[in-house]
T-cell receptor, first 113, second 109 residues
Framework: DVKVTQSSRYLVKRTGEKVFLECVQD?????MFWYRQDPGLGLRLIYF???????EKGDIPEGYSVSREKKERFSLILESASTNQTSMYLC????????????FGPGTRLTVT | KNEVEQSPQNLTAQEGEFITINCSYS?????LHWLQQHPGGGIVSLFM???GKKKHGRLIATINIQEKHSSLHITASHPRDSAVYIC???????????FGTGTRLTIIP
């Protein structure tokens, strides 16, 4: 079974703090994704990576950056957290064969106060 | 207008009822992914389909390419089926996965 894990299930941070969300997958997948999920909006792609040290902007990259130093690990960074970044963050991974097949982690609910 | 539209947004039913959740999608999308999200957040893949019908236990997913419509059915629904069900359409042209806003299903014992 594919396993995608995220570093925290719940996180509370203050405005202006630097926030790191980590995602690890154990299936040797090339592709990894970061989404945020907000009520009424569905999942929206923030960034994705198709290889180590490679990254591509998704639909809403503003205010975020990412890092992929190892194949199994993809980090989402909020350089200076703001209240409008309060959301559920979901990581996913998939093989290089298709961007269509993605396996999701349990999610991190981030609250910025 | 979202490329993927789900209905209904919320659905409450009695245990044992037959459930249908609908997903309509726009031109360019040629494959559908049905996902389940339980309270707490984790998302599980149920089906991926680009034609016909797939069945797994009490879950059935169908897709009609001509009508650009997919349905997820649950037979003999049970309270443990209570979750948010999300459809996501994949556009092979731009390799983009677009998510619907989800259907919150509640099954009452």
């Amino acid at each position: 079974d594919v396993k995608v894990t995220q570093s925290s299930r719940y996180l509370v941070k203050r405005t202006g703090e630097k926030v790191f969300l980590e995602c690890v997958q154990d299936m040797d997948h090339e592709n990894m994704f970061w989404y945020r999920q907000d009520p009424g909006l569905g999942l929206r792609l923030i960034y994705f990576s198709y290889d180590v040290k490679m990254k591509e902007k998704g639909d809403i990259p503003e205010g975020y950056s990412v890092s992929r130093e190892k194949k199994e690990r993809f980090s989402l960074i909020l350089e200076s957290a703001s209240t409008n970044q309060t959301s559920m963050y979901l990581c996913a991974s998939g093989s290089s064969g298709s961007l269509y097949e993605q396996y999701f982690g349990p999610g991190t609910r981030l609250t910025v106060t | 207008k979202n490329e993927v539209e789900q209905s209904p947004q919320n659905l409450t039913a009695q245990e044992g009822e037959f459930i249908t959740i609908n997903c309509s999608y726009s031109v360019g999308i040629s494959a559908l992914h049905w996902l389940q999200q339980h309270p707490g957040g984790g998302i599980v893949s149920l089906f991926m389909l680009s034609s016909g019908k797939k069945k797994h236990g009490r879950l059935i997913a169908t897709i009609n390419i001509q009508e650009k419509h997919s349905s997820l059915h649950i037979t003999a629904s049970h309270p443990r089926d209570s979750a948010v069900y999300i459809c996501a359409g994949f556009n092979f042209g731009n390799e983009k996965l677009t998510f619907g806003t989800g259907t919150r299903l509640t099954i009452i014992p």
